[in-house]
């Protein structure tokens, strides 16, 4: 196995979705391992000439190269701030289709007026300007080898650099450098690290800690999101990513990537 750390900086902060939200526009206090996967994959298609395009368009691009990209896990370095401001949001979408009444009060088949076709809603976002974020890509390499040649390595490390966000389209980041290491699996039973885990993955003993729900799968037809309970290292108001210290579950893997430790569940 190997791994890609990537360390960059976000312009202003970031916004990222849960999955199960629509009017409800939350956002979680830090990218989750698909988020991370998928801010990849845009600059990787690019690269090798593929749009990333699925059969009958039932699947996101980002469906094919999970074969590749294993494990994704974040740490923000920096701190951020949880704020919520109010934006104008079409809700027409949120709205039921009437009858032979509502045609006739509205001249439409909407159940309600103009009027109401737009609302206020709040909005999550994180503030955290200039701030500086690890991101560890753990990398397949027999499947990277056959799905993008020998020189995947350079591929990969290339579209790294070209990440250009993370989370909504606003969240616009610069990658300041990309390096590669051997992802080193670790027999221990306690072990220090900051990046995030699922929390069947090892139960957290001594530092400050706080849980997210994230998900698996969830990129198309036939593949449902299934939520996952992950426990983030550190403090939650502000948001910043700290050291603690783990217990190794027995479904859970630590790695060594240079001198730090990375726990993946498994």
Known sequence: MKALKVLGRFHWGYWIRGVEVSKLQYSLRVPPPTTLVGAISYPLF?????EGET???LYSPV???LDVIRHAVFSLNDYGMYLEDINVYILLHFQQLGGKEEFERYGTYRRYAMKYRTGAVKTGKIYAPNAEFTIIYFIDEKVALKELGSDWDSILTKA???ISRIGSKESIVSINKVLIYDAIESKVEEVETKYYFPLYA???VLGN???EKFWK???GKDDLARSIEYVIPGILDPIHSELIKVKVSDK??????GDEAVIIGV
């Open 63 to 65: 469906k094919k190269i």
């Open 46 to 50: 690019k690269i090798i000439g593929d």
């Open 217 to 219: 799968g969830g990129f």
């Open 55 to 57: 059969l009958s368009g």
């Open 209 to 211: 800690w706080f849980f």
């Open 252 to 257: 859970g893997v630590t790695y060594t990537v």
């Open 202 to 204: 090892a139960i957290p």
């Open 160 to 162: 790294c650099y070209e």
